[in-house]
């Protein structure tokens, strides 16, 4: 699956993955798959294991039953150059399953992204909508985020600088708002809040909604976020998602998605 969308690709294959990124996926895909491994599989693994590791490489997912795929440089640290922002996250893998089977919201929408990482959720919704606008307040993270745009050659997208604490850097209107894995500083949940709020409020008369997945790690965090979204007036519905299934998140993190709309 990994490999037999992407060898012999004219733009993703020049490009190498982490080496301890493959073997994780070898090891993994060799523990889920029922019934013989095939020799190669147990090749390419030797190889991988064979190489000095890399910290940061190429990762390719495939979406919506293999029809599309897309590849991002991430970085294999949790935090690098002070930002969570250049791996991507367990609520966004989530967040790009559930896209995938609800693609009816972002057709012919302008969607913006918040917090956007290396881009895989934009990117994907690319494939859905009419325009896409990938946002981040910070710079190494708009760049890998760009990078992603253009070797997947996304044309429907952009990137844009924009920080929760200064609202008012992307002006576009936009109809629909994502945002994957935001919820983890208390002391910046007023401003995520306010952005979000901000960009549902623009006066265009369109119905504007926000979907926002988080991974619950710490309880009061989270519960700290609804307050927030109650405190500043916007209507909040929970989505089912348990029953999202895919090979790219484990399954082991409690995920919530919430829908956002301003209270008329
Ligand atoms: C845990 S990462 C999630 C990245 C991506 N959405 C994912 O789920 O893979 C959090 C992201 O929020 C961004 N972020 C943090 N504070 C921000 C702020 N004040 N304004 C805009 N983005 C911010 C970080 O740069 C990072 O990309």
């Not at 995938?100 to 290396?118: A, D, M, P, R, S």
Request: proline share 2%.
């Amino acid at each position: 699956m990994l490999y037999d969308k992407t060898i012999g690709h004219p733009t993703i294959s020049k490009y190498p993955m982490a080496s301890s990124y493959v073997q994780k996926f070898i090891k993994s895909w060799i523990n889920q798959v029922e019934g013989e491994v095939l020799e190669e599989v147990y090749d390419s693994l030797s190889v991988a294991l064979s190489q000095p590791s890399s910290q940061i490489g190429y990762k390719i997912y495939t979406f919506d039953g293999g029809a599309h795929y897309l590849a991002t440089r991430e970085t294999v640290a949790m935090c690098s150059k002070g930002t969570t922002g250049l791996q991507t996250w367990q609520a966004c893998l989530a967040m790009c399953q559930w896209a995938t089977e609800n693609c009816h919201i972002f057709q012919n929408k302008k969607v913006l992204e918040l917090g956007c990482g290396v881009g895989l959720l934009g990117g994907v919704i690319s494939h859905m909508c009419d325009q896409v606008t990938l946002t981040d307040h910070h710079q190494s993270v708009l760049r890998a985020a760009q990078h992603t745009l253009d070797i997947n050659n996304i044309n429907n997208g952009n990137v844009s600088p924009l920080d929760w604490t200064r609202i008012g850097d992307v002006e576009d209107e936009v109809d629909v708002v994502v945002a994957a894995d935001v919820v983890f500083d208390r002391t910046i949940l007023p401003h995520l809040v306010k952005t979000i709020k901000n960009k549902l409020g623009s006066p265009t008369g369109r119905d504007k909604v926000a979907y926002v997945c988080s991974t619950i790690r710490n309880k009061d965090t989270y519960n700290t976020f609804i307050e927030e979204i109650n405190d500043q007036g916007l209507a909040i519905d929970n989505l089912d998602v348990s029953g999202l299934k895919s090979v790219y998140f484990s399954g082991t993190d409690v995920i919530r998605l919430i829908k956002l709309r301003l209270t008329i």
